[in-house]
């Protein structure tokens, strides 16, 4: 007999249950930009309602290269947890593709969480990889393939998003 697991939608993490308890919330319009690092009081986020883009840009902001998109769920500024100053590593721009609901954790709190729970630093450690994942593939997509592959590849992914819109046709 095989036995039925929860769909990956519906597993709790501890990640999750960390911002359950103890997450403040902030609204971010549309178009805004999202500068996690800027922040005085480094946080741990997660979106929670909306979208976020997430582009590199090159340093006169002419060359964009869009890497991914940030859905509910989705968590980000973990770079702090591991680094005890600010390094400028972070170059990506998030902008609010809609109105987005962000809940931030201080990092303090979540490095106090991590003692009691082991797995806290292991989800963390999976989503940096899942995330040098993304960009090393889109790294390979504007070296080795063409224009038309890149776009088409665009297209899919962002017909993947939650809040992708079908054509009636």
């Given at each position: 007999?095989?036995?039925?697991?929860?769909?990956?939608?519906?597993?709790?993490?501890?990640?999750?249950?960390l911002?359950?308890?103890?997450?403040?919330?902030?609204?971010?319009?549309?178009?805004?930009?999202?500068?996690?690092?800027a922040?005085?009081?480094k946080?741990?986020?997660?979106?929670?309602?909306?979208?976020l883009?997430?582009?590199?840009?090159?340093?006169?902001?002419?060359?964009?290269i869009?890497?991914?998109?940030?859905?509910?769920?989705?968590?980000?500024g973990?770079?702090?947890?591991?680094?005890?100053?600010?390094t400028?590593?972070?170059?990506?721009?998030?902008?609010?593709?809609?109105?987005?609901?962000?809940?931030?954790?201080?990092?303090?709190?979540?490095?106090?969480?991590?003692?009691?729970?082991?797995?806290?630093?292991?989800?963390?450690?999976?989503?940096?990889?899942?995330?040098?994942?993304?960009?090393?593939?889109?790294?390979?997509?504007?070296?080795?393939?063409?224009?038309?592959?890149?776009?088409?590849?665009?297209?899919?992914?962002?017909t993947?998003?939650?809040?992708?819109m079908t054509?009636?046709?």
């Amino acid at each position: 007999m095989i036995q039925q697991t929860k769909p990956v939608a519906e597993i709790d993490s501890a990640i999750k249950g960390l911002f359950r308890a103890h997450a403040l919330t902030r609204k971010v319009k549309r178009r805004s930009v999202v500068v996690p690092y800027a922040d005085p009081q480094k946080s741990l986020f997660m979106v929670s309602k909306g979208s976020l883009r997430v582009s590199l840009c090159s340093e006169g902001g002419d060359d964009v290269i869009h890497l991914c998109h940030f859905a509910p769920g989705d968590v980000f500024g973990e770079q702090g947890l591991f680094d005890n100053e600010y390094t400028p590593l972070t170059t990506a721009t998030m902008q609010a593709r809609t109105d987005v609901e962000i809940l931030s954790i201080p990092h303090q709190l979540v490095k106090r969480a991590a003692l009691i729970d082991k797995k806290i630093y292991a989800e963390i450690s999976s989503l940096i990889n899942q995330r040098l994942a993304t960009a090393t593939t889109k790294l390979t997509q504007v070296v080795f393939s063409d224009l038309e592959q890149r776009c088409y590849d665009c297209l899919l992914d962002m017909t993947r998003l939650p809040d992708a819109m079908t054509h009636p046709d």
